[in-house]
Structures are given as structure tokens and as C-alpha cells.
């Protein structure tokens, strides 16, 4: 299902509050409102992944994986770095270094 873009609005910018605003949970939001779901369990359905998962990400005992990170851009559209920017994370740089 794709959306239309330019509708929504992804800060990209790098801010000493930006660790404090890092949350998956409005990611799960904006998905929801996206794909017009009611809920997380629609949202499950949608993602192909079990609810306990859902649930982990929302109260942060989980981080949002690659794979998931990828079915969310096939549903939605959206680029990975657009997701990301959606739960907060605006990092130019991710992963091992140097």
C-alpha cells in the first residue's frame, strides 16, 4: 500500500535532544495512521510479525530490526531512512565503526 509523501514530514536534524526524542513508538504510530489500521494486532497482521513483538518494540525492551525495518518500507513505501527519522533516530552514521 503506498500514501502519498509529501504528507508527512521527517526532521532531519541533528540536535544534542535528539537521544531524548528516540521512540519507536511513534513509528508504530504513524504505520498505523498510514495504512489506516485500528490497531496493533492489524498491524501484526500487516508486518507478518507476532504481537509480542509489537509490544516489546512499544515499551522498549525490543529495537526495531532490519527485517522489520524492511517490510515496514515494502507496506508503506517509505525509505529506511525515512523510518528511521519517524522513531527519532537521525544518526548520518550507524553500525560498526571504524
Same mark, same amino acid.
Given at each position: 500500500?503506498?500514501?502519498?509523501?509529501?504528507? !508527512?514530514?521527517?526532521?532531519?536534524?541533528?540536535?544534542?535532544?535528539?537521544?531524548?526524542?528516540?521512540?519507536? $513508538?511513534? !513509528?508504530?504510530?504513524?504505520?498505523?495512521? %498510514?495504512?489506516?489500521?485500528?490497531?496493533?494486532?492489524?498491524? *501484526?497482521?500487516?508486518? *507478518?510479525?507476532?504481537?509480542?513483538?509489537?509490544?516489546? %518494540?512499544?515499551?522498549?525492551?525490543?529495537?526495531?530490526?532490519?527485517?522489520?525495518?524492511?517490510?515496514?518500507?515494502?507496506?508503506?513505501? !517509505?525509505?529506511?531512512?525515512?523510518?528511521?527519522?519517524?522513531?527519532?533516530?537521525?544518526?548520518?552514521?550507524? $553500525?560498526?565503526?571504524?
Amino acid at each position: 500500500m503506498k500514501y502519498n509523501k509529501s504528507a !508527512l514530514v521527517v526532521n532531519s536534524g541533528d540536535s544534542v535532544d535528539d537521544k531524548a526524542s528516540f521512540n519507536p $513508538g511513534h !513509528l508504530l504510530d504513524v504505520l498505523l495512521e %498510514i495504512l489506516h489500521l485500528k490497531n496493533d494486532a492489524a498491524l *501484526c497482521r500487516v508486518l *507478518c510479525v507476532s504481537p509480542p513483538l509489537i509490544s516489546k %518494540i512499544r515499551n522498549g525492551s525490543l529495537q526495531i530490526s532490519a527485517a522489520s525495518l524492511i517490510r515496514m518500507h515494502e507496506e508503506t513505501g !517509505l525509505t529506511v531512512g525515512e523510518l528511521r527519522g519517524l522513531m527519532g533516530d537521525h544518526r548520518k552514521n550507524f $553500525g560498526v565503526s571504524d
